[in-house]
């Protein structure tokens, strides 16, 4: 009768173990992004008053820095659908160049904290005397790119490209691809007035 029971006992035990190890264990799906649309690629010129031109894409709005310490000939580059904005300050060149590129220069190496790496490029146009500096920035970084331009001489362009979200490279990579393709547009159809 003993032995009866202690059977017993070990076919309920082993059924229950049977039993739980053949229920479906679920294993979470990776997180996912939304998708984003983008729109076709269409430029117009940007030529107001001001001591440059360029062209920017449909897609966008041009309009002045309001800001308080605002300058003449600051603007802002709003595309409204990313939440981006590119910042574009002006400056005359006043036996300053060094100054102020040695500013842009730490002001794009300020993101060097979260950054994974920093690209430097320059850009030549002889052409049309515009010369600059481009820094990509990639990495979990507040602003993903920014440049200046120069014609070494009498101007200085200064452009930060901002998205105004929680800087998450992974998820926010398609919308800095899409949009630094804009301001290399820019950057190529930049001309001084």
Same mark, same amino acid.
């Given at each position: 009768? @003993? ?15 049977? !039993?739980?190890?053949?229920?479906? =264990? ?23 008053? @001001? ?15 309001? +800001? ?6 600051? !603007? ?22 060094? /100054?102020? +590129? ?13 950054? =994974?790496?920093?690209?430097?490029? /320059? ?25 200046? !331009? ?6 200085? /362009?200064?452009? =930060?490209?901002?998205? =105004? ?19 290399? @547009? /820019? ?7």
């Amino acid at each position: 009768m @003993h032995n009866k029971r202690i059977i017993f006992l070990l076919i309920i035990i082993v059924a229950g173990i049977v !039993l739980n190890s053949c229920k479906n =264990s679920t294993t979470p799906k990776p997180r996912g992004y939304f998708r984003i649309e983008f729109p076709e690629k269409d430029f117009t010129s940007f030529e107001k008053r @001001h001591p440059f031109s360029f062209e920017y894409p449909v897609y966008a709005n041009v309009l002045p820095d309001n +800001t308080p310490n605002a300058e003449p000939h600051w !603007l802002n580059i709003e595309v409204n659908k990313h939440k981006a904005t590119i910042h574009i300050s002006y400056k005359p060149v006043m036996q300053n160049l060094h /100054l102020l +590129t040695e500013e842009s220069r730490n002001l794009a190496y300020k993101h060097a904290l979260k950054a =994974s790496v920093i690209n430097e490029q /320059l850009f030549i146009n002889h052409t049309d005397m515009v010369y600059g500096t481009i820094y990509e920035i990639k990495g979990n970084a507040a602003s993903p790119m920014q440049f200046h !331009l120069t014609d070494s001489t009498k101007h200085f /362009l200064r452009g =930060s490209f901002y998205i =105004s979200e929680i800087p998450n490279y992974d998820s926010l990579r398609p919308v800095i691809e899409f949009l630094q393709q804009d301001i290399y @547009h /820019l950057i190529e159809t930049f001309n001084w007035e």
